[in-house]
């Protein structure tokens, strides 16, 4: 079992920049691919970003491509996920998640508020 808490959240001016940060319980590295989410109500959850165990060929979703950068940090056990040139529709709760060697995402954090004001 993996816990993950995330952190960094909070109000920001469009145009700002956030970093969210996830904390695992544990050791995450060689088992788990790690990725960031964001879900605004009424809303499906909307797949940000993925890094892999050993923190290299990390891809993006179309929202995040270009504006937002992950990382891992495996001695820390923890993601991060660098958000810039913020916007309003970037309002939303952001999870963090661990993948299984399946492609399953089988750990979620219990998410932390992005609110971008204009």
């Known amino acids: 079992q993996v816990q993950l808490v995330e952190s960094g959240g909070g109000l920001v001016q469009a145009g700002g920049s956030l970093r969210l940060s996830c904390t695992a319980s544990?050791?995450?590295?060689?088992?788990?691919?790690l990725g960031w989410f964001r879900q605004v109500p009424g809303k499906e959850r909307e797949f940000l970003a993925h890094i892999s165990w050993i923190g290299d060929s990390p891809y993006y979703g179309d929202s995040a491509r270009g504006r937002f950068t992950i990382s891992r940090d495996n001695a820390k056990n923890m993601v991060y996920l660098q958000m810039n040139s913020l916007k309003p529709e970037d309002t939303a709760v952001y999870y963090c998640?661990?993948?299984?060697?399946?492609?399953?995402?089988?750990?979620w954090g219990q998410g932390t508020q992005v609110t971008v004001s204009s």
């Open positions: 998640a661990a993948q299984a060697a399946s492609g399953s995402w089988i750990y």
């Open positions: 544990r050791r995450t590295s060689n088992n788990y691919g």
